[in-house]
C-alpha cells in the first residue's frame, strides 16, 4: 500500500522539483531549458522565488512571464525567441540547459542516442539532438527520474553530451565555455566539484540512504568531506506556490510518484 502525503508532508517529487530550481540559483537574465515535468516546474519556481530575472519559453517562439501553471496556456508573453534567436543565446552561452540521460557515467558524458555498439545498438533512443552543443557552449544539468545503475553507468555506449574528461582532450576550444553544473535524480543532487572532475553526492533526499544512492548506480561516488546533507527543505511560501500555482493538477508525482511502504 502508497501512503499518500497529506497537506504539509513534502514528497519525494517535491524534493526533486526544489533541486531542480536551485539549479537557476543567481542564473541572471539567462535563458531555462528544462526538459521534463520536474525540471520545468523547478524552473517555473525559480522565477516566481529567487531567480526573478530568469527567462522561460512557451516551447515555441515566445518568451512568457506572468505565473507559470504547468499545462495551462502562458499568462504573459514577454517577448519573442525565433529559433535563430534561440540559437544565438545558446553559442553565446546565455543559456541554461537541463537535459535527460539515459545513460551518464562520472565524468558527465550523456548519452541519449542509442543502446548497446554503435554499428548495432540493441535500441535505438533519441538521438544525439543538441546535445554536444549544449554542453560546449552553455551550462548544462541533468535530470534522472529514475536512478539505476542503468542510467548511471561505468562508461556510455555513445557520447552526446560532453563530459569533463572529453572536454580536457579536446583542449582549450572544448573547455572555454564547458561547464556541467548538477545532476538531480529521484535519489539526491550530484555536481562535479572534485580535483578529477567526477562525480560527487552533494546531497540525499530526505529519506533516501547512502546505501541506496550507490547500489544504484554503476561506478564508486565521490563523498563531502564530513556528513553527507540533505536536500534542503521547501519553505512554506515555496510549496503554496508549487502547490496551487505551478503544478495544481499534480503532474510532478507522475514522474516521481509519491513513496511510502
Known amino acids: 500500500m502508497t501512503v499518500r502525503p ?38 517555473r519556481l525559480a522565477k516566481l522565488t529567487f531567480s526573478p530575472d530568469l527567462l522561460l519559453t512557451d516551447g515555441e517562439a515566445m518568451l512568457v512571464g506572468g505565473e507559470p501553471t504547468a499545462g495551462a496556456p502562458p499568462a504573459l508573453p514577454e517577448g519573442w525567441l525565433p529559433y535563430r534567436r534561440h540559437l544565438a543565446l545558446v553559442a553565446t552561452g546565455r543559456r541554461h540547459v537541463m537535459m535527460g540521460a539515459s545513460q551518464i557515467d562520472r565524468y558527465g558524458n550523456q548519452n541519449i542516442s542509442c543502446i548497446g555498439d554503435w554499428a548495432r545498438p540493441s535500441r535505438q533512443l ?55 553544473a548538477e545532476v538531480v535524480s529521484d535519489l539526491g543532487v550530484f555536481d562535479f566539484e572534485t580535483p578529477d572532475r567526477t562525480l560527487r553526492v552533494r546531497s540525499l533526499h530526505p529519506g533516501v540512504r547512502l546505501a541506496d544512492v550507490r547500489a544504484a548506480t554503476g561506478f ?8 553527507v546533507p540533505y536536500t534542503r527543505e521547501p519553505a512554506a511560501d515555496e510549496l503554496r506556490l508549487l502547490r496551487e500555482v505551478v503544478d495544481p493538477g499534480g503532474l510532478r508525482d507522475r514522474e516521481v510518484p509519491p513513496c511510502g511502504p
Not at 514528497?11 to 539549479?23: F, K
Not at 564508486?220 to 556528513?227: E, H, M, Q
Open 6 to 43: 497529506g497537506p504539509t508532508t513534502v514528497t519525494r517529487a517535491e524534493y526533486c522539483v526544489i533541486a531542480c530550481a536551485e539549479v537557476w540559483r543567481g542564473a541572471g537574465e539567462v535563458l531555462a531549458s528544462p526538459m521534463g515535468t520536474v525540471p520545468a516546474l523547478g524552473a
Open 126 to 180: 533519441l538521438g544525439v539532438r543538441g546535445a554536444p552543443v549544449n554542453t560546449l557552449n552553455n551550462p548544462t544539468s541533468y535530470w534522472v527520474p529514475k536512478h539505476s545503475p542503468r542510467t548511471f553507468v561505468e562508461r556510455v555506449d555513445m557520447v552526446c553530451g560532453v563530459g569533463y574528461d572529453r572536454a580536457a582532450a579536446a583542449g582549450p576550444s572544448a573547455t572555454r565555455y564547458h561547464r556541467v
Open 220 to 227: 564508486a561516488l565521490r563523498l563531502p568531506d564530513g556528513d
